[in-house]
């Protein structure tokens, strides 16, 4: 008769309980495949749960095997061997419920997809589950780290005294680590209160960028030039940040000219909707000129328009921008800005050119009369006294009349 309780009947047993549970796991497999033609991508997303739901099942049948087997009959090495098999198979457990609870909030994700217009409240709900992730993740290994301490010889003792000196650990840790957990509340009031999302469009600390991950302590914010910026968490509750999709996708964007007073604002306007209409950057939403300074001899003409978001919106005012100063170099050039500057003197004698001459051109040139003038300061003056009887009645213009 064969003996069960031998090392042979143990090799046997062994054995048996493997091919039990490929013979278990075939039939899980095939309903599971059943199961996938009726919702495609079922059997994928299944894989990690099916790995380690495979590896628990075999440790419980080969613990089983083993048990009813093993030919020692020391209670104490049995013990110790069953404890061995309890611990693992409580690991085991905690790391198939962690996949698990990955499966369902992954197939809760695929219900709102991100790469939609209007996303909002799919990066809502996906922000929430990253965050629900991790701190159930978190919880799950607590759980069973104590449950495997349970399971220790002497691990209530250990709890007992662990639990009577929580209080003071508590005060210290709350102490040592109070910026710490100010960011886990903080990474978690953020997830909840819907103030940001991933794929949200933000400028924090001066940078222009997208929310890529959320956790408990920190933010990373994508740079649009593809740097990576960290935050801690608590940044977002205590510093005034820009979001521009809080509530909607839509932006306006603008694009301000100096230009000279000769411009022509209704020409602008006709050549901005010839611009717009002839890309899909643009929404059709607005697109608007107005002037909205006159300053510095300038006339500020800002030009308005409108995205689905905020990478169109930015490539919709570069490509205004430049299809608007090629119009105004080619087809408008006298609106193109220039300095002006005005001679005030010129002005002033333009102004009193009805005047005197002598006011206007001065006291001894200029004129005939000027002329004449001077040749009364600047020429020989006789003296009345001294003149002789037969002297000419005028003085000498020369030297050779003098004579």
Request: glycine share 6%.
């Amino acid at each position: 008769m064969f003996e069960w309780k031998s090392w042979l009947g143990l090799a046997v047993a062994v054995v048996i309980a493997l091919i039990a549970v490929v013979i278990v796991v075939g039939v899980i497999a095939l309903i599971v495949r059943v199961i996938a033609h009726l919702r495609p991508g079922v059997y994928a997303t299944l894989a990690p749960v099916r790995q380690r739901l495979r590896v628990l099942i075999a440790l419980l049948a080969v613990w089983i095997a083993v048990k009813a087997t093993i030919p020692i009959v020391d209670p104490n090495i049995l013990d110790i061997i069953d404890n061995v098999f309890l611990v693992v198979v409580i690991a085991i457990s905690g790391w198939l419920l962690v996949s698990v609870m990955n499966l369902l909030l992954g197939r809760a994700l695929t219900r709102y997809p991100i790469d939609v217009p209007d996303n909002r409240v799919a990066r809502r709900v996906r922000t929430q589950v990253q965050v629900l992730r991790r701190v159930l993740t978190a919880v799950i290994v607590i759980v069973t780290i104590g449950a495997i301490l349970l399971t220790l010889p002497g691990a209530q003792t250990l709890g007992a005294s662990v639990l009577a000196s929580a209080g003071l650990i508590s005060v210290v840790a709350g102490i040592a680590a109070q910026s710490a957990l100010a960011n886990v509340f903080a990474g978690m009031q953020l997830a909840f209160s819907d103030a940001i999302r991933v794929d949200d469009v933000v400028v924090a600390d001066g940078e222009w960028g997208r929310i890529e991950e959320i956790t408990l302590t920190y933010i990373v914010v994508s740079i649009w030039d593809q740097r990576r910026l960290v935050l801690p968490s608590t940044y977002f509750t205590t510093t005034p940040f820009q979001n521009w999709t809080r509530n909607a996708t839509e932006l306006l964007g603008e694009v301000n000219f100096d230009l000279d007073w000769r411009v022509s604002i209704d020409q602008m306007r006709t050549q901005l909707k010839k611009i717009v209409a002839d890309t899909e950057l643009w929404d059709g939403r607005t697109a608007n000129i107005q002037v909205v300074d006159t300053t510095g001899g300038f006339v500020r003409v800002r030009v308005l328009v409108s995205a689905a978001d905020s990478g169109a919106q930015w490539d919709l005012r570069t490509h205004v921008r430049e299809e608007m100063v090629d119009w105004l170099q080619a087809k408008n050039p006298a609106a193109l800005p220039r300095q002006r500057v005005l001679m005030v003197e010129n002005e002033a004698r333009a102004r009193s050119k009805g005047s005197t001459e002598a006011q206007d051109r001065g006291l001894f040139s200029g004129s005939a009369e000027a002329d004449a003038r001077r040749q009364e300061f600047t020429g020989a003056i006789p003296l009345q006294d001294n003149i002789p009887e037969n002297a000419p009645d005028r003085a000498p213009d020369s030297l050779s009349e003098r004579d």
